[in-house]
């Protein structure tokens, strides 16, 4: 009996199968990224003077403040940008998460890796 990948049609099948997959991982890859680059999260603190937005990766992209601002200490506003972007964060690890989840799949290495990106345990 012959090796069924020594077999011609065998392994022009498995290559096909192989190709596909292949093909079909590198189309979710790009779909995930392209979704992660475009997702942008807003909030704000809960006094209403803060309102942030960061990308999905949690960089900071904007800061916008309510004219209440100037009725506080600089110690309140500080609390309120630091309220805002941590609930941002926060948000955006649930949104990329679900992106991933949606994409690649949750069990995918891309999907392993970018969550432990995540958590900010990569090294380990």
Request: glycine content about 8%.
């Amino acid at each position: 009996m012959t090796e069924p990948l020594l077999d011609p049609d065998s392994s022009r099948d498995y290559l096909r199968d192989w190709k596909g997959r292949v093909d079909r991982a590198a189309a979710a890859a790009q779909a995930m990224s392209e979704r992660l680059g475009d997702l942008r999260i807003t909030a704000a603190d809960g006094n209403g003077l803060v309102e942030v937005t960061i990308d999905s990766a949690g960089v900071l992209v904007d800061v916008r403040f309510s004219d209440r601002v100037q009725r506080v200490s600089p110690d309140v506003v500080s609390r309120a940008v630091m309220t805002a972007f941590g609930s941002a964060r926060r948000e955006a690890a649930e949104r990329t998460r679900k992106v991933i989840d949606e994409t690649v799949g949750p069990d995918s290495v891309a999907g392993r890796v970018i969550g432990q990106r995540l958590r900010g345990d990569a090294d380990e």
